[in-house]
């Protein structure tokens, strides 16, 4: 019984080396900057499309750029029963351009300064539920923009420590509700080692990792019936503060190549499109 | 064998026990009066102007005269993201006394809803009233009516400067199925839409009428 009992205690500890620690008792702030490269083709077009001139379209939603910088602030609103984080990430200020190829055009995206986000998390990063994404995301709102800055500021940790040329592998599935009728899940295989820690920063630990992440999503909304099947490449830092454990910086890059098919009331294919998306940036905590 | 089993109870959190499979609600991010959930409901709305009652009953009773028929009248705002009704307006029949309409204003206007992150929410509340023989009374109604704001195509990663005719396009291209688009009305982003304001999803349903209680 000792020696279980024991067993039980060091299995939790080695566990327990890599977590966040998130301060319950005052306000974080974190600087972000993101670029997302985004090319958009149609593979199949239904005859609905046959009235319009789809050229023009394909032109101005196709392929473009579009960059962000700002900060945004987070606090643990809530600590939950079984010690898990009631994290509120609400967006504090955001510029933003996009370029089609012609330079960089100034956006407008005040609308999404003020907004927060949600997350039900533990301190691994082990995300439980997540509330608000249907105030950020969809069409002519902007916040995908950002979806990176606030989900991966709390990336899952590895289990184990990747302390001494080890490498850790972590799998998990993330379930992301964005409204009543979309559950984006996806399945996260990624790779930790040791990372190279930034020169500006004196006692700091960093982690590195890359892998890959595969997205099954349906929306079953009856006035929106797509579904989504993508996959990425994904690598980055996250930079601790020590002894503190605090988040300094994330920095990271996605490749995606996602198919997103619109279908009919039998299931058959409508319309087709393949986006590849080049997502990378930071975020670094305000001094 | 015995001790162990008599030793798991404390290896495990009770509360594994207290909640079940489907956890607990109140361990919700959205549970009602949850600090994660900075996000207007229309039930928070409702909780609001039932709160209001009595002032729009008073309003009702010094301003509206014995005999009328029953009627409605609604009271539509803006909830700025302070918490504060804002653009008032009061919708009734031709023959709404001045005074009245003043009254509602000042009624709506000094509802107190919480602050919040989204944007600014627009409502209706319908003041629904009968007469009786010391003058009308208004009866709470359950439905708060509040304009939609649909996530729409959300699996696309669109430009965030894609105008709603553009959107519209897209949404008839690929997911609308029984409307036969105008190619002259699409091309141009046009006029900005105005939908009808919808109620909310899922209401109470309605309490039976009351006959309004003799004095």
């Known amino acids: ?287 | 064998m015995r001790v162990l089993l008599l030793l798991l109870p404390l290896l495990l959190p009770v509360h594994a026990f207290a909640q079940g499979t489907g956890g607990d609600p109140r361990d919700r991010l959205d549970a009602p009066g949850s600090p994660t959930d900075r996000y207007l409901h229309p039930a928070e709305l409702r909780v609001g102007l039932h709160g209001a009652t009595e002032s729009f009953f008073l309003c009702f009773r010094r301003h509206l005269g014995i005999g009328r028929e029953p009627g409605e009248i609604s009271t539509t705002f803006t909830v700025a993201v302070d918490g504060k009704p804002t653009a008032v307006r009061i919708d009734g029949p031709d023959d709404t006394p001045q005074p009245l309409e003043a009254c509602l204003i000042a009624a709506t206007e000094a509802i107190e809803f919480d602050d919040h992150d989204g944007d600014p929410v627009e409502a209706s509340y319908p003041l629904v009233f009968v007469t009786d023989s010391k003058g009308a009374r208004v009866l709470p109604y359950p439905v708060v009516f509040v304009r939609p704001r649909p996530v729409r195509l959300p699996l696309l990663l669109l430009p965030p400067d894609v105008t709603r005719g553009e959107i519209l396009m897209l949404e008839r291209i690929l997911v609308n199925e029984d409307e036969v688009p105008d190619e002259d009305e699409l091309l141009a982003p046009g006029p900005e839409p105005t939908p009808e304001l919808a109620p909310e999803p899922a209401p109470e349903p309605a309490p039976a009428p009351v006959a309004p209680a003799e004095d």
């Open chain 1, 1 to 287: 019984m000792l020696l279980l009992l024991l067993a039980t205690t060091a299995s939790a500890a080695a566990r327990r080396n890599i977590f966040y620690r998130i301060p319950e008792d005052r306000l974080e702030a974190f600087d972000f900057e993101t670029t997302h490269t985004v090319s958009t083709a149609f593979e199949r077009l239904p005859p609905e499309a046959k009235p319009y001139g789809t050229a023009g379209l394909i032109a101005r939603v196709g392929d473009y750029t579009a960059r962000t910088n700002g900060h945004f602030e987070r606090y643990v609103a809530r600590v939950f029963r079984d010690r898990s984080l009631g994290l509120l990430s609400r967006v504090a200020s955001l510029e933003a351009t996009i370029d089609r190829g012609e330079g960089p055009v100034a956006l407008d995206l005040s609308g999404l300064v003020g907004k927060s986000l949600a997350l039900r998390m533990k301190s691994s990063g082990e995300l439980l539920d997540t509330l608000g994404w249907d105030r950020f995301v969809g069409a002519g709102r902007g916040g995908e923009l950002l979806e990176e800055v606030l989900m991966l500021s709390t990336l899952r940790l590895p289990n184990h420590d990747p302390a001494g040329g080890k490498e850790v592998g972590a799998t998990w599935n993330a379930r992301v509700r964005v409204d009543a009728h979309l559950m984006r899940e996806s399945t996260w295989v990624l790779s930790w080692t040791e990372g190279e820690v930034p020169a500006d920063c004196g006692r700091c630990r960093a982690l590195a990792y890359t892998g890959e992440i595969r997205e099954t999503s349906t929306d079953k909304h009856p006035g929106r019936p797509m579904n989504l099947t993508g996959d990425a490449a994904i690598s980055g830092v996250v930079v601790f503060a020590l002894p503190s454990r605090q988040l300094v910086a994330h920095s990271w890059a996605v490749d995606w190549t996602r198919n997103v098919r619109s279908e009919r009331d039998a299931g058959d294919t409508r319309g087709a499109l393949v986006q590849t998306i080049h997502a990378e940036g930071s975020v670094r905590r305000r001094p």
